[in-house]
Nanobody, 125 residues
């Protein structure tokens, strides 16, 4: 059983940068591929970044997110990070981290084993 806790959300201004963290406990963090998802009000949850297990040699960003996001992980600290720049009000959402043995599952967003509880990010104009 892996327990994921996100942190770093809050109220931001348009143009700000943001760094989210997701700390894991209860499992072998390095064995899991990880992802960041978000769900905006009235919209479906969407993947915004994914990273492979064991050091994170493979990363994925949807085209809509390329250039603004950086996903990274520190396996020794059991922590996943998301750096976001040039925030705008459309980035307002609940941000979730997710873990699964399968990198493909993380990228597809299907059948993911573990989810965090989410952290709210609100961007004002």
């Amino acid at each position: 059983q892996v327990h994921l806790v996100e942190s770093g959300g809050g109220l931001k201004q348009a143009g700000d940068s943001l760094r989210l963290s997701c700390t894991a406990s209860g499992g072998e963090f390095r064995l899991y591929s990880m992802g960041w998802f978000r769900q905006a009000p009235g919209k479906e949850r969407e993947l915004i970044a994914a990273i492979s297990r064991g050091g994170g040699s493979t990363k994925y960003y949807p085209d809509s997110m390329k250039g603004r996001l950086t996903i990274d992980r520190d396996d020794s600290e059991k922590t996943l990070y998301l750096q976001m720049s040039s925030l705008n009000p459309d980035d307002t959402a609940i941000y979730y981290c997710a873990a699964d043995f399968s990198y493909g599952s993380v990228v597809s967003g299907a059948d993911i084993t573990y989810w965090g509880q989410g952290t709210q990010v609100t961007v004002s104009s």
